[in-house]
């Protein structure tokens, strides 16, 4: 396909969370030959952007590329042909994302976007993936705090047990958010996306029934309980729900791919997600959200009214104009995964666990501040050394990124996985 121009693109630049990598981009030291670009609908709101960033005096300034995969698709297409792995910030993906992908895998691109849509993934891998091994390429799907943080910490635990010469069975996350003075809010985008995937639920099982994947076989003896109903929890002493986000659907799928491909890593691990809060009135505010959006997504006019309304629905949480800088700063999350084991095991033995660790993925605010770090130390991954440890095709986090030394990057960049607790049963 010719040399590529650029190490790394971004598209969706100028967005909420695009402006966001961009800069991280920016902060960090580069290559002696490093080039990358931004891409967006505005040139004038390019140039800006450009222009506010602070840069490391190792990184060059980005080329500005105008392109919309709305109206003007041949002006995306050379883009896209130009970079060796491209940022995708731009949803909502059912909408906006099977086009960059599509020519992502025809142009040999590799792929990584802050996704956070279940369907568009398993989608994609339906559609793209046999090609994308053809072509040689990678697409990854959720490489921010959906779903990094989870599916990652998963592979984390994996190689703390193997390190031990122990094997992880099943691991449950309870995952906390902790807000400043000024509160918490979240962009209108995610909010988007977020009522998309509660509407198309439907769409999800019915291309998993087609797909009529095979189930994992279970380690050792024990079953995870998975907790379907609100509730108090003696284990984190908090108020409970099942998490609501992709977590769940893009950890087990991942754990699904990184299965068939026989690795280090692919002993599957059972896995559930609860979201818990410590006061009551939050947890029934939490249950209300997730009520009336159940509900009301099913239905177009219900859309509309959550579309329309988005803090009157949220209580206040989702915005329109996003949070401000002062509640991005004051903001930060803990995922705390209680994890289970086996000291040895025999190819279909049944027992009892006998080894329990305690992890945690923790880091700054989740939607502005994490996410670009995950998004862009995914990207970098295809840029050094380790790329040949990345498997082609259609992936998550854990499956493509699994045997790299990503969790490393990470850590360093302040979204830290550690080791809380571990004891023999």
């Given at each position: 396909m010719?040399?590529?121009?650029?190490?790394?693109?971004?598209?969706?630049?100028?967005?909420?969370?695009?402006?966001?990598?961009?800069?991280?981009?920016?902060?960090?030291?580069?290559?002696?030959?490093?080039?990358?670009?931004?891409?967006?609908?505005?040139?004038?709101?390019?140039?800006?952007?450009?222009?506010?960033?602070?840069?490391?005096?190792?990184?060059?300034?980005?080329?500005?590329?105008?392109?919309?995969?709305?109206?003007?698709?041949?002006e995306l297409e050379n883009f896209i042909k130009q970079s060796k792995v491209l940022i995708n910030c731009v949803?909502?993906?059912?909408?906006?994302?099977?086009?960059?992908?599509?020519?992502?895998?025809?142009?040999?691109?590799?792929?990584?976007?802050?996704?956070?849509?279940?369907?568009?993934?398993?989608?994609?891998?339906?559609?793209?993936?046999?090609?994308?091994?053809?072509?040689?390429?990678?697409?990854?799907?959720?490489?921010?705090?959906?779903?990094?943080?989870?599916?990652?910490?998963?592979?984390?635990?994996?190689?703390?047990?193997?390190?031990?010469?122990?094997?992880?069975?099943?691991?449950?996350?309870?995952?906390t958010f902790e807000s400043g003075p000024k509160g918490a809010g979240i962009n209108f985008a995610t909010y988007e996306s977020l009522i998309m995937s509660f509407a198309h639920v439907e769409d999800l099982r019915s291309l998993r029934k087609s797909q009529k994947l095979e189930p994992l076989p279970r380690v050792g003896g024990e079953r995870l309980q998975v907790f379907k109903n609100p509730r108090y929890s003696d284990l984190v002493k908090l108020y409970c729900i099942p998490f609501p986000a992709a977590d769940v659907s893009v950890v087990r799928f991942g754990q699904g791919l990184t299965y068939k491909l026989k690795n280090s890593l692919?002993?599957?691990?059972?896995?559930?997600?609860?979201?818990?809060?410590?006061?009551?009135?939050?947890?029934?505010?939490?249950?209300?959200?997730?009520?009336?959006?159940?509900?009301?997504?099913?239905?177009?006019?219900?859309?509309?009214?959550?579309?329309?309304?988005?803090?009157?629905?949220?209580?206040?949480?989702?915005?329109?104009?996003?949070?401000?800088?002062?509640?991005?700063?004051?903001?930060?999350?803990v995922s705390k995964f209680f994890s289970r084991g086996y000291k040895s095991i025999a190819d279909g033995e049944f027992k009892k666990p006998d080894v329990e660790i305690v992890a945690t993925v923790s880091g700054p605010e989740m939607g502005y501040v994490t996410t670009p770090i995950c998004v862009v130390q995914c990207a970098y991954t295809f840029l050094n050394d380790e790329s040949s440890k990345i498997p082609y095709g259609v992936h998550t986090p854990a499956s493509s990124f699994g045997e790299t030394s990503i969790i490393n990057r990470l850590d360093s960049r302040g979204v830290k996985f550690n080791i809380i607790s571990e004891k023999i049963l």
């Open positions: 010719g040399e590529k121009k650029f190490d790394i693109s971004v598209y969706g630049a100028t967005g909420f969370t695009g402006l966001r990598v961009a800069k991280e981009i920016a902060s960090l030291p580069q290559n002696p030959n490093f080039k990358w670009s931004i891409c967006g609908r505005n040139e004038k709101k390019l140039q800006e952007l450009s222009d506010s960033l602070q840069f490391h005096k190792d990184c060059p300034k980005p080329s500005l590329i105008v392109a919309d995969v709305e109206k003007n698709l041949p949803g909502p993906f059912r909408y906006w994302g099977e086009t960059v992908v599509k020519f992502c895998v025809q142009y040999h691109t590799n792929y990584v976007d802050i996704n956070g849509e279940t369907e568009f993934l398993e989608r994609m891998f339906s559609i793209y993936n046999q090609t994308a091994i053809d072509n040689k390429v990678t697409i990854v799907s959720c490489c921010g705090f959906d779903c990094v943080p989870s599916d990652l910490g998963v592979v984390y635990l994996k190689k703390e047990y193997a390190k031990r010469g122990f094997t992880c069975s099943t691991a449950e996350l309870y995952l692919s002993s599957p691990v059972q896995f559930s997600a609860y979201y818990g809060v410590k006061s009551f009135i939050s947890h029934i505010g939490v249950i209300l959200f997730g009520l009336m959006v159940g509900s009301l997504s099913g239905f177009s006019i219900g859309r509309k009214l959550l579309l329309q309304f988005p803090e009157f629905f949220s209580f206040g949480v989702f915005k329109k104009k996003g949070p401000t800088q002062e509640q991005i700063d004051g903001c930060s999350f």
